[in-house]
């Protein structure tokens, strides 16, 4: 029988583990989509050497289980897995977890979050107990949470999450209001950590989106540089009239064109471009993630954000303040008008020093 004591070591014990099936599943951001990013590790319940590591590499690979009890192979007998995501129950792409967990001899499974996808959505859980294994939930679930909200918001709201991230001045300006506007990394505001940070940022998100204002004005890369083993994101480009230049640098194979419905654009097209017709924007976000779009960085400056702000559909503000005062300039949001009882609140979820810019991460408060 366990004393209080041993009660909190051994929830400390879950957390530290589940702590590092999350740095797991992190080197799988960006490049699992549809698939959520997943981790696990595998821990003998005698010694608590981690015996076994594995991450979701990309949809179409074995999931995270799999390599993690590929890695521990004969000692995962009576071990202990700690895993993310619920495991899987369905016969998908790849054959359930569940039943390689079961046939591995897991003697105990500790899950961070349940899965919402209807093919499993907790029969995974009761499979792995009806096989009389130890089952427990809920360790570090904010956490996974987080780390799978694209995969969750494809899910649950048939939508990407969509991150706005901007960087201001001490005053409150993105831009000075001529000369440098809203450009690509906002170069002239932060200093180059912070820069380097959005390069993490476009690296782990599936797709990035700007106005066609600021495609014709900076003709930005839209790329990931800088980053060991980065991956570019796919540019999403929001351009009712499909006025966007085929030869632009954000144009490449896979670019998404979200143009009003019945513009044809045929360079476009040849150039690779998959044209996306929406009336609105819930609508182009609707036709995004049925592209396998989860994660959406919004870099486009004030105008495009103040589309997505006034419609309700910014969930989470990467927001730098940079140590400067500009006087006259843009601000980050130009709309919705509200009254400043009515802004929408926010739940700060980091406040970090980067470089010497203030980082600010908060996610829309729910309801
Ligand atoms: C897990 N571990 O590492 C992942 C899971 O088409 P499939 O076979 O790859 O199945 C995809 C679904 O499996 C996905 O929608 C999600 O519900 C789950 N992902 N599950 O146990 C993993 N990536
Ligand atoms: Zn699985």
Not at 182 to 200: K, L
Not at 249 to 272: D, K, N, Q
Not at 357 to 364: A, F, T, V
Request: glycine letters at 12%; charged letters at 20%.
């Amino acid at each position: 029988q366990l004393t209080d004591g041993q009660l909190t070591d051994k929830q400390f014990r879950d957390e530290h583990f589940m702590a590092q099936a999350l740095a797991q599943a992190a080197r799988g951001l960006g490049r699992t989509s549809p698939n959520p990013p997943v981790g696990c590790v595998i821990v003998d319940a005698g010694s608590g050497e981690v015996v076994g590591r594995g991450f979701h590499p990309r949809a179409g690979e074995p999931h995270a289980e799999v390599f993690a009890l590929r890695d521990a192979g004969e000692r995962a007998r009576g071990a202990i897995a700690y895993v993310t995501l619920e495991p899987c129950s369905h016969h998908g792409r790849t054959p359930p977890c569940a039943d390689a967990l079961i046939a591995a001899g897991v003697a105990r499974v500790v899950v961070a979050a349940g899965d919402p996808n209807p093919l499993v959505g907790g029969r995974g859980l009761e499979k792995l107990r009806a096989a009389g294994i130890a089952v427990q939930t809920g360790v570090l679930e904010a956490q996974a949470v987080r780390q799978q909200a694209g995969f969750r918001s494809r899910i649950l709201r048939g939508r990407p999450f969509v991150i706005y991230k901007y960087a201001m001045t001490l005053d409150g300006k993105v831009a000075a209001l001529r000369g440098d506007g809203a450009s690509e990394a906002n170069g002239a505001v932060t200093g180059p950590e912070a820069r380097a940070r959005v390069m993490r940022w476009r690296d782990e998100c599936d797709a990035i989106a700007v106005g066609v204002g600021t495609l014709l004005t900076d003709d930005p890369q839209l790329t990931t540089r800088g980053v060991e083993g980065g991956r570019d994101p796919r540019p999403v480009i929001f351009d009712r009239q499909g006025r966007t230049p085929p030869t632009a640098r954000a144009v490449r194979p896979g670019t998404v064109i979200v143009t009003a419905p019945g513009v044809s654009a045929p360079a476009l097209a040849e150039a690779g471009a998959v044209l996306l017709p929406a009336v609105d924007l819930a609508e182009a976000l609707r036709g995004l993630a049925e592209l396998d779009i989860s994660t959406l960085l919004l870099e486009g400056g004030p105008t495009l954000a103040s589309m997505f702000a006034a419609a309700g559909l910014i969930d989470e503000v990467r927001a730098f303040i940079a140590p400067k005062l500009l006087g006259a300039g843009l601000s980050p949001l130009t709309s919705p008008q509200r009254l400043m009882a009515e802004a929408g609140g926010l739940e700060v979820v980091g406040v970090e020093q980067v470089g010497s810019d203030l980082l600010i991460q908060g996610l829309r408060a729910e309801g």
